[in-house]
């Protein structure tokens, strides 16, 4: 039987509220297969902390988090702490410290979830971003001069280095790969940005050539925004950089239903250091403390964090269950026109992988 470390930063907001809930179902998950433990330590780090301490997390959290299999994330951000200041000190700092450089976001519309869409079907919206995830538009590269006077300037600088830009675009196709349909869409803005871009487009082609059995497409971004409402259907495998597939995911998370459904995996491919499973949704302090914050893409999380463990088998039992909850069309949360609240979706994924 396979033990596992899992770091848990349950984070901000509602974070705090779908992290516990995923864990029981990944507990739920280990006991029907017999094929794993896990061993869970949960960290107080985000905002309050902030507040109490002056920084997000320790100073010594990275050496603290390297000897987990993996982490656990739920959300950050809160108005009581500056935006930069939580994302920097905490999420991207683990992510960058971590090299984790691909960042996978599945967008999927569940049988029983009606999305804003017209006309579109599960199995009509089917696709992965792969983000790059540690470089471009967030690399934290410029700064601020003459603060406070009429000449202020703020600088700031997107890096794209070959060696960045190539892993992820190798990994992006070894995903497409695996895929059905082995279709991939590189997104960029190489037309108005000539530098960044065109280096990417050509790292592209050039990695292209090893990978012959997919199909490959350029899209600007803009055109793959319109895309995303008029054909997603379209679609199988894309990779953008940082900036561009932070906004896509949004979107692709919108037109599957709610950003509640989103999942996402912040990976280190070569598996030198841990890697951390996050929903897209944020904190959402507007509902925060209600019991109402949909609990599936935290629980999804678990799935994809098992999945890169080598847990195939309880992956997909947590993700047919929340198939099998969805598909049904009566416990549902609010934000997918339900009436469900965050414990009592849980209770019926729950049901569900124990009545596998």
Same mark, same amino acid.
């Given at each position: 039987?396979?033990?596992?470390?899992?770091?848990?930063?349950?984070?901000?907001?509602?974070?705090?509220?779908?992290? +516990?809930?995923?864990?029981?179902?990944?507990?739920?998950?280990?006991?029907?297969?017999?094929?794993?433990?896990?061993?869970?330590? =949960?960290?107080?780090?985000?905002?309050?902390?902030?507040?109490?301490?002056?920084? #997000? #997390? +320790?100073?010594?959290?990275?050496?603290?988090? %390297?000897?987990?299999?993996?982490?656990?994330?739920?959300?950050?951000?809160?108005?009581?702490?500056?935006?930069?200041?939580?994302?920097?000190?905490?999420?991207?700092?683990?992510?960058?410290?971590? @090299?984790?450089?691909?960042?996978?976001? +599945? =967008?999927?519309?569940? +049988?029983?979830?009606?999305?804003?869409?017209?006309?579109?079907?599960?199995? *009509?919206? @089917?696709?992965?971003?792969?983000? %790059?995830?540690?470089?471009?538009?967030?690399?934290?590269?410029?700064?601020?001069?003459?603060?406070?006077?009429?000449?202020?300037?703020?600088?700031?600088?997107?890096?794209?280095?070959?060696?960045?830009?190539?892993?992820?675009?190798? /990994?992006? /196709?070894?995903?497409?790969? =695996?895929?059905?349909?082995?279709?991939?869409?590189?997104?960029?803005? =190489?037309?108005?940005?000539?530098?960044?871009?065109?280096?990417?487009?050509?790292? /592209?082609?050039?990695?292209?050539?090893?990978?012959? *059995?997919?199909?490959?497409?350029?899209?600007?971004?803009?055109?793959?925004?319109?895309?995303?409402?008029?054909?997603?259907?379209?679609?199988?495998?894309?990779?953008?950089?940082?900036?561009?597939?932070?906004?896509?995911?949004?979107?692709?998370?919108?037109?599957?239903?709610?950003?509640?459904?989103?999942?996402?995996?912040?990976?280190?491919?070569?598996?030198?250091?841990?890697? #951390?499973?996050?929903?897209?949704?944020?904190?959402?302090? @507007?509902?925060?403390?209600?019991?109402?914050?949909?609990?599936?893409? #935290?629980?999804?999380?678990?799935?994809?964090?098992?999945?890169?463990?080598?847990?195939?088998?309880?992956? @997909?039992?947590?993700?047919?269950?929340?198939?099998?909850?969805?598909?049904?069309?009566?416990?549902?949360?609010? *934000?997918?026109?339900?009436?469900?609240?965050?414990?009592?979706?849980? *209770?019926?994924?729950?049901?569900?992988?124990?009545?596998?």
């Amino acid at each position: 039987m396979q033990h596992y470390r899992i770091a848990v930063i349950p984070g901000d907001g509602i974070g705090q509220e779908v992290t +516990p809930v995923g864990l029981e179902v990944l507990e739920a998950a280990a006991q029907e297969t017999g094929s794993f433990q896990l061993e869970t330590e =949960s960290f107080p780090w985000g905002s309050d902390y902030y507040l109490q301490h002056g920084q #997000m #997390m +320790p100073d010594n959290a990275l050496k603290t988090l %390297e000897s987990f299999d993996a982490i656990y994330f739920g959300a950050v951000g809160f108005p009581t702490v500056p935006d930069h200041i939580t994302l920097w000190q905490l999420r991207l700092a683990i992510c960058q410290g971590f @090299d984790q450089y691909a960042n996978v976001r +599945p =967008s999927l519309l569940l +049988p029983g979830v009606s999305g804003p869409l017209k006309n579109k079907a599960p199995g *009509d919206i @089917d696709f992965v971003v792969v983000r %790059e995830n540690t470089e471009g538009e967030y690399s934290g590269a410029g700064g601020r001069v003459h603060r406070g006077l009429p000449l202020e300037m703020a600088v700031q600088t997107a890096i794209f280095t070959r060696a960045g830009v190539e892993r992820v675009i190798r /990994f992006a /196709f070894e995903l497409a790969r =695996s895929r059905p349909r082995k279709r991939l869409a590189n997104v960029t803005k =190489s037309n108005a940005q000539a530098h960044a871009f065109t280096l990417w487009d050509e790292v /592209f082609d050039e990695v292209a050539r090893d990978y012959a *059995d997919v199909w490959t497409e350029r899209v600007l971004v803009d055109a793959m925004a319109a895309r995303f409402v008029l054909k997603p259907e379209s679609l199988d495998v894309l990779v953008a950089s940082n900036l561009f597939a932070d906004i896509l995911t949004d979107l692709g998370g919108a037109i599957s239903g709610s950003l509640g459904m989103a999942p996402s995996g912040n990976l280190n491919p070569e598996r030198r250091y841990p890697s #951390m499973f996050e929903p897209v949704h944020g904190s959402a302090p @507007d509902i925060y403390g209600k019991g109402i914050a949909n609990p599936i893409a #935290m629980i999804w999380c678990g799935a994809m964090m098992l999945e890169f463990l080598g847990q195939r088998e309880a992956a @997909d039992l947590i993700v047919g269950a929340i198939h099998s909850v969805t598909s049904k069309g009566k416990v549902l949360t609010p *934000d997918v026109g339900g009436r469900a609240n965050t414990r009592e979706v849980t *209770d019926a994924i729950l049901s569900a992988v124990r009545a596998h």
